[in-house]
């Protein structure tokens, strides 16, 4: 039976090492917290007002807006080191 030929085999070369991920900048965790805090201020204050402030005239769009504000904050987390 015929022998095949050796391939000549390439050094090894490890994985390159991963690179650490950059931390935050220092105004992002209150950013966050504010946005989160405030989203949930602007929806108590809807409710409580019966949808009157803290922008009249849209009456309950007002609780999608805070809670957008909301959605903000809590997208940041996400980031967060």
Same mark, same amino acid.
């Given at each position: 039976? &015929? =022998? #095949?030929? %050796?391939?000549?085999? *390439?050094?090894?070369?490890p994985p390159p090492a991963k690179? =650490? /991920?950059? &931390? %935050? /900048? ?7 917290? !504010?946005?989160?805090? @405030? !989203?949930?201020?602007? *929806?108590?204050?809807?409710? $409580?007002? #019966? ?5 009249? !005239? $849209?009456?309950?769009? %007002?609780?999608?807006?805070? @809670?957008? $504000?909301?959605?903000? !904050? ?8």
């Amino acid at each position: 039976m &015929p =022998e #095949s030929r %050796n391939r000549k085999k *390439v050094a090894y070369t490890p994985p390159p090492a991963k690179a =650490e /991920p950059k &931390p %935050n /900048p220092k105004w992002w965790a209150p950013v966050m917290v !504010g946005l989160m805090v @405030f !989203g949930l201020v602007w *929806v108590v204050v809807t409710y $409580i007002l #019966s949808a009157r402030y803290p922008v009249p !005239g $849209i009456g309950n769009w %007002n609780l999608a807006i805070g @809670f957008a $504000i909301m959605l903000a !904050g809590f997208t940041m987390t996400m980031r967060w080191r």
